[in-house]
Every structure is written in structure tokens, then in C-alpha cells.
């Protein structure tokens, strides 16, 4: 099946900074990628979709200044946590849909996840 | 709707048994239902999904049942095997969108 990576796997990082998580369809083009959050011992939480070449859709009550969204090519969505603090703390996963096959919703692969803990 | 959970509900299985986890999914215009496994540490592994025109649909040692009715969705696992540990999730979605909606989750223990 399709492959979606995630870089970094896991990152530690101090209060206040910034830390940019990349999402790439290896070999398929994604023209949506979705970013999920999950908290430990929790469900995925939908944080917003990713559409290529345009904003991000955010889910209520997800600020879209803290969490930069950004899709510039059919293979990459990046999401950038600005000013992390310890609450950000999370696993953060990213699916990718494949549009080959036309209408269909279950096209859609999942990342690894990346590991983020804010010091 | 999105579904939070403190904690997650475990059911525990010999080794070898069947199976069931159950989901109750909110949304009743929700069309589309996927399984996920999840191992720890790592994303969500597709495992089978089902459209609301069916009741059942199976798979390689699985099946997954659909009652529209009550609004309730179920995987059932034949012969349990230790690399079967992990959470499950259930997710949904409706026509119109991609986006998945994922339920609580339930971490399946298997005993040796």
C-alpha cells in the first residue's frame, strides 16, 4: 500500500520555540493531508485538512496561528507548533489521501507519528 | 461527533478466542466507517471498512458488522493472536467530506 512518512519521529524542544513536523507522501501525490493529535491513552483528535496550494482547514477550537499549516507541493504538508509549551506536548500524526482512485474516502494513509515533548 | 475518552476500556481475550469490539459512532448522516489498529507509539494501520449500504463486510480473519439503527459498529476478530494487542478505533465519515471522526478506542489484550 502507499506510504506516508513523518519527520521527525520524536523531538524534544524547550518552552517558547518553534518546531516544524514534515508529512510526506512517498508514492502517491496528496492533494489532502490531514493532522491529528492524540493525547496519551486518548482517540485521534482531528486538528485540521491540508489542501494543497491552499489554507489549511482548521477544526474548531484548533488556533490556526499556533499551529501553521502549510502544503506548498502534492508530496509535503508541514505543520509548525509556534511558541511550544509543555500542554502542546503530544503525538502528532498526519494521513494523507490518495485521489487516484476517484470519490473514494478510503484512500487515506496514515503516518508514523511524530513524538513532540515540550520541556 | 468527536469522542474523548480519559481512559481507554480493555478487553482481554485467550489466546486463540474470538474477538468482539464495539463502537457507537454519533453522526447519523455518517456514511463511511473504517477500523484502525494501533500499535504503541506508532499511527493507525487500516484494517477493513464498510459502507452504510451493507451490514457486514469480512475480511481475513475479521468482520465488521453495521447497525444504522442504533448507530452502532463492531469488529470482530477469529482466533485471537498475540500480534492482535493493540488499541482499535473505529472511525466515520459522511458524504461530502474526507475527513475521519474517530471513536474512543478499546485496547485488546490477548492472553497466552
Known amino acids: 500500500g502507499a506510504v506516508v512518512s513523518q519527520h521527525p519521529s520524536w523531538v524534544i524542544c524547550k518552552s517558547g520555540t518553534s518546531v516544524k513536523i514534515e508529512c510526506r507522501s512517498l508514492?502517491?501525490?496528496?492533494?489532502?493531508m490531514f493532522w491529528y493529535r492524540q493525547f496519551p491513552k486518548q482517540s485521534l483528535m482531528l486538528m485540521a485538512t491540508?489542501?494543497?496550494?491552499?489554507?489549511?482547514?482548521?477544526e474548531q477550537g484548533v488556533e490556526k496561528d499556533k499551529f501553521l499549516i502549510n502544503h506548498a507541493s502534492l508530496t509535503l504538508s508541514t505543520l509548525t507548533v509556534t511558541s511550544a509549551h509543555p500542554e502542546d506536548s503530544s503525538f502528532y500524526i498526519c494521513?494523507?489521501?490518495?485521489?487516484?482512485?476517484?470519490?473514494?474516502?478510503?484512500?487515506?494513509?496514515f503516518g508514523p507519528g511524530t513524538r513532540l515533548l515540550v520541556l | 461527533g468527536e469522542s474523548v475518552g480519559l481512559h481507554l476500556p480493555t478487553l482481554s481475550v485467550q489466546e486463540g478466542d474470538n474477538s468482539i469490539i464495539n463502537c457507537a459512532y454519533s453522526n447519523s448522516a455518517s456514511d463511511y466507517f473504517i477500523w484502525y489498529k494501533q500499535e504503541s507509539g506508532k499511527g493507525p494501520q487500516f484494517i477493513i471498512d464498510?459502507?452504510?449500504?451493507?451490514d457486514k463486510r469480512q475480511g481475513q480473519r475479521v468482520t465488521v458488522l453495521l447497525n444504522k439503527t442504533v448507530k452502532h459498529l463492531s469488529l470482530q476478530i477469529a482466533a485471537t493472536q498475540p500480534g492482535d494487542s493493540a488499541v482499535y478505533f473505529c472511525?466515520?465519515?459522511?458524504?461530502?467530506?474526507?475527513?475521519?471522526?474517530f471513536g474512543t478506542g478499546t485496547r485488546l489484550k490477548v492472553l497466552a
Open positions: 464498510i459502507r452504510s449500504n451493507m
Open positions: 472511525a466515520e465519515s459522511y458524504s461530502g467530506t474526507y475527513k475521519y471522526i
Open positions: 508514492d502517491f501525490q496528496a492533494t489532502t
Open positions: 494521513s494523507a489521501r490518495d485521489p487516484g482512485l476517484a470519490g473514494s474516502r478510503e484512500t487515506q494513509y
Open positions: 491540508s489542501n494543497e496550494g491552499s489554507k489549511a482547514t482548521y
